[in-house]
């Protein structure tokens, strides 16, 4: 049973970075390419950013491109989305997702975690 895990959300002022994780237990990593996605109130789950199995092929939403970094280690199971100059329209709940194919595509994704609260204060 893989289960994913994020952290590292909470609240922080405009301008500011945050860094989530997402752990990834019962199976191996690497055989997944993995991403990011958020979902604000009153919108639809929206993708943030992918990254391919072996971390070579890296892809962003326009929102979040030159601010946000995806990033992954396989040797740790886990997978970080690196987040400077926050906006406050980056409040949200950030999912992390396994899928077997890169995509940007959310039905793509197998495997979700539980998600993490980022609010962005102005």
């Known amino acids: 049973q893989v289960q994913l895990v994020e952290s590292g959300g909470g609240l922080v002022q405009a301008g500011g970075s945050l860094r989530l994780s997402c752990a990834l237990s019962g199976r191996t990593c690497s055989g997944y390419a993995m991403g990011w996605f958020r979902h604000a109130s009153g919108m639809e789950r929206e993708f943030v950013a992918v990254i391919s199995r072996g971390g070579g092929v890296i892809e962003y939403a326009d929102s979040v491109k030159g601010r946000f970094t995806i990033s992954r280690d396989n040797a740790r199971n886990t997978v970080y989305l690196q987040m400077n100059s926050l906006k406050p329209e980056d409040t949200g709940a950030y999912y992390c997702?396994?899928?077997?194919?890169?995509?940007?595509?959310?039905?793509?994704?197998?495997?979700w975690g539980q998600g993490t609260q980022v609010t962005v204060s102005s």
């Open positions: 997702a396994a899928g077997p194919s890169y995509s940007t595509w959310r039905s793509d994704y197998i495997y």
